[in-house]
């Protein structure tokens, strides 16, 4: 059967790839500890729950605006100033059926064949991918764990070239929990003014899982604002990873082009959905905070855990809830049947003789590490490093 070549520019997703077999593993009665969740393990908060159920008895059953319903995009807009003191009018706002597909509009309204677009590592496995599909060249710039894997401003300039188009990140970042400091965005705007064709998304879809104090966006410099496309959603923040949410805050031409493009690929979000999403960003924050609360005591433990394999270096994730240990010191190891090449035979050999499921790093750009979530309860996090101690043990 003869298919689009499409397909062929881009690769499944590795952490769905992972969730797929630790999901047939469980069906077969095999015990697996999931430590690859990129999904909190808490339940949607009940005030948000409610205003689902409200709005199904309201009848919001129908086809809604492309670019999302007015009051949400209004109540996106009072996030925005009351958590990051940026103004935004609804206009330049478009929700989405999540934040994956905020990505992808905005990555298509921009870029095309030829252009390249520059991304730091690790990075979000969709970004290349998404790239790749609109025709773009994929220009990665390798970061350091000396440097909290956060790109540098020399580094930035002379990736910095004049097919340059579009400039992508995270903070807080998947998978490394890098968060970049008000002072770090500053030294990137400095190479960024002189540079004007370069487009900047900043993906903060972590924002409110963020160990180290206030959240900071780039948008928050005037220079570069009209360039920045803020990507952000429902998902992390407020475990509504199922309700498909996300949204952007970007110049009124990018939002216009991107309700331009959703228009014919998905038209509006969920209706429900986006009724729950207005309580969810005007309502009460508590749960959210305690969910907070929750991955700083886990990021505590899971340090420790860390810390007690031998051949690891792993530094402190300052957001987000993943650890991103350096693993190379175990290539070409063997416990005599499985030898371990690399990171890819690393989760393999975790997920069939430890059954602990992780992520390889190879699919964020960082070959020499995987990605260990810690997305779940104390116990299965301590049950899931044990195996794994014991797993790696056996490797002479």
Known sequence: MQLSSLLSRFNEPETLK??????????????????SLGE????T??????????AIDANYSHYT???????LRQAVCLKLKRDNGLDYTPEQIVVSTGAKHSIANTVLSIVDAGDEVIIPTPYWVTYSEIVKLAGGKVHLVETAIENDYKITPAQLEAAINERTRLFMFSSPCNPSGAVYSAE?????????IKYPQVFIMSDEIYEYINFVGAHHS??????????????NGLSKGFAMTGWRLGYIAAPVEI??????????????????????????????????????????????????????IPMIKCSEPKGAFYVFPEVDQYFGKSDGENIINDADDLCMYFLNHANVSTVTGRAFGAPNCIRISFANSMENIERGFEKIRIALEKLK
């Not at 909190?40 to 339940?43: H, I, L, M, V």
């Open 18 to 35: 992972m969730a797929k077999l630790g999901r047939e593993l469980r069906a077969k009665g095999i015990d697996i500890t999931d430590l």
């Open 40 to 43: 909190p393990d808490f339940d």
């Open 45 to 54: 908060p009940d005030h948000i729950k409610l205003a689902a159920k409200a």
């Open 65 to 71: 605006p492309v670019s999302g319903y007015l009051d």
């Open 184 to 192: 770090e965005l500053a030294a990137l705007v400095a190479v960024f």
């Open 218 to 231: 780039i948008a928050q410099f005037e220079l570069v604002k009209d360039r920045v496309i803020i990507v």
């Open 255 to 308: 939002a216009k082009a991107c309700e331009k493009l959703q228009g014919q690929f998905t038209s509006g979000a969920n209706s429900i959905a986006q009724r729950a999403a207005i309580t969810a960003l005007t309502g009460d924050m508590t749960p959210t905070r305690n969910m907070l609360h929750e991955f700083t005591k886990r990021r505590t433990r899971v340090m420790e855990l860390v810390q007690a």
